[in-house]
């Protein structure tokens, strides 16, 4: 069973900074990609970034980029989103997701693991 959880949501300031961890368990995911999602209230959920493990590869929603870093920990098989200048917008319930195919993806139906979301809140 793969399980998938996020954590270090909060609330901050515009213009602050949170680090998202999603703490992988259940199997080895050197050879999957983990994706970062996010849903704000009565929106879509939508692509925010994703990282191919075995390569460290990344790729970003323009949204994010330049601001928002993903990064690992493969001692503890943890998957970081370094969030910095975050804006009222960037709020949202974040899910981290992995995905099989250890290949650049950004469609949600790519993805076959989910995890339970972490709330971020950016206040002006």
């Known amino acids: 069973q793969i399980k998938l959880v996020e954590t270090g949501g909060g609330m901050v300031h515009d213009g602050g900074s949170l680090r998202l961890s999603c703490a992988a368990s259940g199997r080895t995911f050197s050879r999957y990609a983990m994706g970062w999602f996010r849903q704000a209230p009565g929106k879509e959920r939508l692509f925010v970034g994703t990282f191919i493990w075995s390569s460290g590869n990344t790729y970003y929603a323009d949204s994010v980029k330049g601001r928002f870093t993903i990064s690992r920990d493969n001692a503890k098989n943890t998957v970081y989103l370094q969030m910095n200048s975050l804006k009222p917008e960037d709020t949202a319930v974040y899910y981290c997701?992995?995905?099989?195919?250890?290949?650049?993806?950004?469609?949600?139906?790519?993805?076959?693991?989910w995890g339970q979301g972490t709330q971020v809140t950016v206040s002006s």
């Open positions: 997701a992995a995905s099989l195919q250890p290949a650049i993806a950004t469609r949600r139906d790519n993805y076959d693991y």
